[in-house]
């Protein structure tokens, strides 16, 4: 077991932070790319695979990027060397995009040591900083021992609970066209549209034009134009339960973890878009939250 003298500020790290911390004990970082943003080695060095489209998504569901069980997790978070006093930095490829679901997952398994990368290899790029070009070592077993918080990840009932809910709102993230139904679902089969009474918030209308995280109160401000008074509970749905995790994110850095309940849908479009009795509307709704 290492130990760990890092101190994280919360739950963004800038490449600063990081580079600067590099060769300190105790220090995983993670690589949590997806689909066509996956490369074949890790670009910043030490970085380990946290492979959402293998080993840390349940291998018997349908549906992709659904969280593993806590047996699976906790054996592939181990392989990957990690022990219950580490700090962990998530990052991915395409800046902040999938790096924020392997920072949900780790949370509701119990680990909160845990930052994103703001910006993420990108950022890290355009700052000049080194590159590894082969993989990294293979680690030693970690210690890690999973504490799941169920009720960071939730199903379909739930979601149908909050939409019924004034006390709780239901945030979509992905593209608006796709919450309108104007623009097809990139996966075939899924219906058009999106729940009702959901609230549109792209992801990336919570990051600037270099990738990284707008402050504190423009964040803030992103979520009152769709939600008005902070609602008790805010759950976040996408494509299939990634991006979502940039909302989840976004709202703890603008302070609604202080004050409401924040959840994730698992099973995000890729289920409820599914035909089935699950409601699903087309359209424009109100941009502000409900009067």
Same mark, same amino acid.
């Not at 910043?44 to 659904?66: M, V």
């Given at each position: 077991?290492?130990?760990?003298?890092?101190?994280?500020?919360?739950?963004?790290?800038?490449?600063?932070?990081?580079?600067?911390?590099?060769?300190?004990?105790?220090?995983?970082?993670?690589?949590?790319?997806?689909?066509?943003?996956?490369?074949?080695?890790?670009?910043?060095?030490?970085?380990?695979?946290?492979?959402?489209?293998?080993?840390?998504?349940?291998?018997?569901?349908?549906?992709?990027?659904?969280?593993?069980?806590? %047996?699976?997790? %906790?054996?592939?978070?181990?392989?990957?060397?990690?022990?219950?006093?580490?700090?962990?930095?998530?990052?991915?490829?395409?800046?902040?995009?999938?790096?924020?679901?392997?920072?949900?997952? /780790?949370?509701?398994?119990?680990?909160?040591?845990?930052?994103?990368?703001?910006?993420?290899?990108?950022?890290?790029?355009?700052?000049?900083?080194?590159?590894?070009?082969?993989?990294?070592?293979?680690?030693?077993?970690?210690?890690?021992?999973?504490?799941?918080?169920?009720?960071?990840?939730?199903?379909?009932?739930?979601?149908?609970?909050?939409?019924?809910?004034?006390?709780?709102?239901?945030?979509?993230?992905?593209?608006?066209?796709?919450?309108?139904?104007?623009?097809?679902?990139?996966?075939?089969?899924?219906?058009?549209?999106?729940?009702?009474?959901?609230?549109?918030?792209?992801?990336?209308?919570? /990051?600037?034009?270099?990738?990284?995280?707008?402050?504190?109160? %423009? /964040?803030?401000?992103?979520?009152?134009?769709?939600?008005?008074?902070?609602?008790?509970?805010?759950?976040?749905?996408?494509?299939?339960?990634?991006?979502?995790?940039? /909302?989840?994110?976004?709202?703890?850095?603008?302070?609604?973890?202080?004050?409401?309940?924040?959840?994730?849908?698992?099973?995000?479009?890729?289920?409820?878009?599914?035909?089935?009795?699950?409601?699903?509307?087309?359209? %424009?709704?109100?941009?502000?939250?409900?009067?």
């Amino acid at each position: 077991m290492s130990g760990s003298a890092l101190s994280l500020s919360g739950p963004l790290a800038d490449v600063a932070w990081l580079a600067a911390r590099l060769d300190e004990p105790g220090l995983l970082i993670l690589d949590a790319s997806v689909g066509a943003h996956r490369r074949p080695v890790p670009a910043i060095p030490g970085a380990r695979p946290f492979d959402l489209d293998g080993p840390l998504s349940a291998p018997d569901s349908t549906l992709p990027h659904t969280m593993p069980g806590q %047996e699976q997790f %906790e054996r592939e978070v181990r392989a990957l060397g990690l022990d219950r006093t580490d700090t962990v930095v998530v990052y991915d490829n395409a800046g902040v995009y999938s790096s924020a679901r392997g920072w949900w997952m /780790l949370r509701a398994m119990g680990f909160d040591r845990v930052a994103v990368l703001d910006g993420g290899l990108p950022a890290w790029r355009a700052a000049g900083l080194p590159q590894q070009e082969a993989p990294a070592a293979p680690a030693r077993p970690g210690d890690f021992t999973a504490r799941p918080r169920p009720e960071l990840i939730v199903d379909s009932a739930a979601v149908l609970d909050a939409l019924a809910d004034p006390a709780s709102a239901v945030l979509d993230a992905r593209a608006h066209d796709r919450f309108t139904g104007a623009a097809p679902e990139p996966r075939p089969g899924l219906r058009g549209g999106h729940m009702p009474g959901a609230h549109s918030l792209p992801f990336g209308d919570l /990051l600037d034009d270099g990738g990284r995280f707008l402050p504190k109160d %423009e /964040l803030r401000a992103r979520f009152t134009e769709r939600l008005g008074d902070r609602p008790e509970r805010l759950l976040f749905s996408c494509g299939s339960g990634v991006t979502a995790c940039v /909302l989840a994110l976004g709202a703890t850095l603008a302070g609604y973890a202080d004050h409401s309940a924040l959840a994730v849908y698992d099973g995000s479009w890729s289920e409820w878009g599914l035909p089935s009795a699950l409601p699903v509307v087309s359209g %424009e709704t109100p941009t502000g939250p409900a009067v």
